[in-house]
């Protein structure tokens, strides 16, 4: 299973990006995809989720600081899981990283928003959002 994240970039506050996860080697609708973020001198942390259901619809996952501005959605025939930004924040910037788990799970949306709860790694892409 290998992940690509790609689609960050400069931006100055207010604008918007779309961060792209690409999964290879399995169906990514299979699995919660997850994004995270880790700005310098600081610990990763959790962005966004998403989760597929056995009727094939999913449920979004949102950290606090990004909800109502960040919409993280996936599309089956791309294989991709997109992470929509918009009115980026100077605190947006950072290394965004995608992640998926190693098998399904079905639990409630706080263990999404644990790093122990993925086991395969995008490398990450670099957002800046200047002021």
């Known amino acids: 299973v290998q992940l690509q994240a790609s689609g960050g970039g400069l931006v100055q506050a207010g604008g918007s990006l779309r961060l792209s996860c690409a999964t290879s080697?399995?169906?990514?609708?299979?699995?919660?995809t997850g994004w995270f973020r880790q700005a310098p001198g600081k610990e990763r942390e959790f962005v966004a989720a998403?989760?597929?259901?056995?009727?094939?619809?999913?449920?979004?996952y949102y950290s606090d600081s990004v909800k109502g501005r960040f919409t993280i959605s996936g599309d089956n025939a791309k294989n991709t899981v997109y992470l929509e930004m918009n009115s980026l924040k100077s605190e947006d910037t950072a290394v965004y990283y995608c992640?998926?788990?190693?098998?399904?799970?079905?639990?409630?949306?706080?263990?999404?928003?644990?790093?122990?709860?993925?086991?395969?790694w995008g490398q990450g892409t670099q957002v800046t959002v200047s002021s």
């Open positions: 080697g399995r169906t990514a609708s299979s699995y919660a």
């Open positions: 998403i989760r597929w259901s056995v009727t094939t619809t999913y449920q979004a």
């Open positions: 992640a998926t788990e190693g098998r399904t799970t079905y639990y409630g949306g706080s263990y999404y928003h644990t790093l122990g709860a993925y086991d395969y």
